[in-house]
């Protein structure tokens, strides 16, 4: 038969392809709690202004406790034939208090409703990430704790670069975190005015108050044009575009994750409670979740670009289209929240190899810049010829098969006459990151100020 809620204008049933393209309640059904907190904001502004009587409220918000108790009890009839999360609530409320459950929708629209609901949902999660980026912030600023003057190669081109500690490569990731934390605070403060009374696209004519739901609501304010509030999208876009930076973040200490804890790099172990084995080679023990945290931001970020997709050539107001917003949208925040979850696991639980760390941090002429520091400070010589001085010692020991410490003093003095044995000072990793004094530099004193800082901050 024809759909109960706008049968009027129809006579014949819908097509069974046609209700499965449809058809968005299984998904949308995560929005229910939002539905319901919504339309109980909604009735009870109806009723204040004199538009609903105070006995059709209460039955209303009697009957939606029920339909929530429903839902969250697993015994709640979901029908693909009433398409969405909102008409499944509402047909459910007919059921249970019969006319008055038709009166819930005056000054109301699905197009408010659903812009509504997805906005709350949102605005939820990135309430999520703001606490998991807490949470693995911590996890970071604990290693850098422990490891504040653990000493580790630094690198560029994945080149052993410059000596760098442990603790300033923690921290790096805390303040990449820290502006992951502010994108979502950014694009939550953004999102937080209520579409509801847009109806459904040009407001309507009885005497509502949006200012009244809007707070009900938790927002700031309502939303100040009704065309605009029924189709934008963008506050789920921003959510996602947080969304897949910090992933990107996530991805990239995954990485590092995965070079480190090889056999190879050793420098890192991390814990069985994180990795998996092989079914046929014993010895393995394999960085799965840090993979697989690589692989999220695909999917994040797909669902971003995909959304964008969706929403560009859409003229305003809404279309169907925009259905498509929220499996993307639930799949990407569970996913990053997952993430975040797992990479906090991880690194409270990885277990630095100092003693590898410390000679990988010696090995590779890393102290090559700090020799080029000591011609200029010591001999004045200008740094492009200190640059071309350290070169050919360290082409010298790279021949020799030794490291730049190895080298003797005369055989320092066939490349320039003037060295002097101070040289091996600077030549150790240790003095190399302790001179590294600059602000935000890799000294350990400058890390632990970073830290103190990040815990203030933390509280
Ligand atoms: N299920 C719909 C959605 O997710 C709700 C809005 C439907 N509005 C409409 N005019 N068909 O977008």
Same mark, same amino acid.
Not at 140 to 144: C, E, N, S
């Given at each position: 038969?024809?759909?109960?809620?706008?049968?009027?204008?129809?006579?014949?049933?819908? &097509?069974?392809?046609?209700?499965?393209?449809?058809?968005?309640?299984?998904?949308?059904?995560?929005?229910?709690?939002?539905?319901?907190?919504?339309?109980?904001?909604?009735a009870?502004?109806?009723?204040?202004?004199?538009i609903?009587?105070?006995?059709?409220?209460?039955?209303?918000?009697?009957?939606?406790?029920?339909?929530k108790?429903?839902?969250?009890?697993?015994?709640?009839?979901?029908?693909?034939?009433?398409?969405?999360?909102?008409? &499944? @609530?509402?047909?459910?409320?007919?059921?249970?208090?019969?006319?008055?459950?038709?009166?819930?929708?005056?000054?109301?629209?699905? &197009?408010?409703?659903?812009a509504?609901?997805?906005?709350?949902?949102?605005?939820?999660?990135?309430?999520?990430?703001?606490?998991?980026?807490?949470?693995?912030?911590?996890a970071?600023?604990?290693?850098?704790e422990?490891?504040?003057?653990?000493?580790?190669?630094?690198?560029?081109?994945?080149?052993?670069?410059?000596?760098v500690?442990?603790?300033?490569?923690?921290?790096?990731?805390?303040?990449?975190?820290?502006?992951?934390?502010?994108?979502?605070?950014?694009?939550?403060?953004?999102?937080?005015?209520?579409?509801?009374?847009?109806?459904?696209?040009?407001?309507t004519?009885? #005497? @509502?108050?949006?200012?009244?739901?809007?707070?009900?609501?938790?927002?700031?304010?309502?939303?100040?044009?009704?065309?605009?509030?029924?189709?934008?999208?963008?506050?789920?876009?921003?959510?996602?575009?947080?969304?897949?930076?910090?992933?990107?973040?996530?991805?990239?200490?995954?990485?590092?994750?995965?070079?480190?804890?090889?056999?190879?790099?050793?420098?890192?172990r991390?814990?069985?409670?994180?990795?998996?084995?092989?079914?046929?080679? #014993?010895?393995?023990?394999?960085?799965?979740?840090?993979?697989?945290?690589?692989?999220?931001?695909?999917?994040?970020?797909?669902?971003?670009?995909?959304?964008?997709?969706?929403?560009?050539?859409?003229?305003?107001?809404?279309?169907?289209?925009?259905?498509?917003?929220?499996?993307?949208?639930?799949?990407?925040?569970?996913?990053?929240?997952?993430g975040?979850?797992a990479?906090?696991?991880?690194?409270?639980?990885?277990?630095?190899?100092?003693?590898?760390?410390?000679?990988?941090?010696?090995?590779?002429?890393?102290?090559?810049?700090?020799?080029?520091d000591?011609?200029?400070?010591?001999?004045?010589?200008?740094?492009?010829?200190?640059?071309?001085?350290?070169?050919?010692l360290?082409k010298?020991?790279?021949?020799?098969?030794?490291?730049?410490?190895?080298?003797?003093?005369?055989?320092?003095?066939?490349?320039?006459?003037? @060295?002097?044995?101070?040289?091996?000072?600077?030549?150790?990793v240790?003095?190399?990151?302790?001179?590294?004094?600059?602000?935000?530099?890799?000294?350990?004193?400058?890390?632990?100020?970073? @830290?103190?800082?990040?815990k203030?901050?933390?509280?």
């Open positions: 038969g024809a759909n109960s809620m706008w049968g009027g204008r129809f006579a014949g049933g819908v &097509n069974a392809i046609m209700e499965a393209i449809n058809a968005s309640i299984g998904f949308d059904k995560r929005l229910y709690a939002q539905d319901i907190a919504g339309s109980r904001a909604h009870a502004m109806l009723a204040a202004q004199g609903l009587t105070e006995a059709d409220q209460q039955a209303i918000d009697a009957g939606l406790t029920k339909v108790a429903e839902i969250e009890a697993g015994d709640f009839p979901f029908s693909p034939a009433l398409e969405d999360i909102h008409m &499944n @609530i509402e047909a459910r409320l007919r059921d249970l208090i019969g006319e008055p459950a038709g009166r819930l929708h005056t000054a109301r629209s699905r &197009n408010d409703q659903v509504l609901d997805f906005r709350l949902w949102v605005r939820e999660q990135c309430d999520a990430a703001i606490t998991g980026l807490e949470a693995l912030m911590r970071f600023l604990g290693q850098a422990a490891g504040a003057d653990w000493v580790m190669p630094g690198f560029t081109h994945l080149q052993t670069a410059q000596p500690t442990w603790g300033h490569h923690m921290l790096a990731y805390v303040e990449m975190l820290a502006r992951d934390k502010s994108r979502f605070e950014d694009a939550r403060r953004r999102m937080n005015e209520c579409p509801l009374g847009a109806a459904a696209l040009a407001g004519s009885f #005497p @509502i108050d949006r200012h009244a739901t809007a707070a009900a609501l938790g927002f700031d304010r309502p939303t100040a044009n009704s065309l605009d509030s029924v189709s934008d999208r963008d506050f789920a876009l921003e959510f996602l575009g947080a969304a897949s930076i910090c992933a990107m973040h996530l991805s990239r200490f995954a990485e590092e994750l995965v070079i480190w804890s090889s056999a190879q790099f050793r420098f890192v991390l814990s069985d409670a994180f990795s998996t084995g092989s079914s046929i080679m #014993p010895q393995k023990k394999n960085p799965d979740a840090a993979e697989l945290l690589r692989a999220k931001l695909g999917r994040i970020l797909g669902a971003n670009v995909a959304l964008f997709t969706v929403m560009k050539g859409l003229a305003l107001t809404y279309s169907k289209d925009m259905q498509e917003d929220k499996e993307l949208t639930f799949d990407a925040a569970d996913n990053l929240m997952l975040l979850a990479m906090e696991g991880m690194v409270r639980d990885m277990t630095a190899n100092t003693d590898a760390l410390a000679s990988a941090a010696a090995s590779g002429f890393s102290t090559a810049t700090d020799l080029a000591w011609l200029v400070r010591e001999l004045n010589l200008p740094f492009r010829d200190a640059h071309h001085v350290t070169g050919s360290v010298m020991a790279e021949d020799a098969g030794i490291d730049l410490p190895d080298l003797t003093l005369e055989q320092m003095q066939s490349v320039h006459a003037a @060295i002097t044995s101070e040289v091996f000072g600077v030549l150790g240790d003095n190399s990151v302790r001179s590294r004094v600059s602000y935000g530099g890799t000294a350990p004193d400058q890390v632990r100020l970073h @830290i103190a800082r990040w203030e901050v933390l509280g």
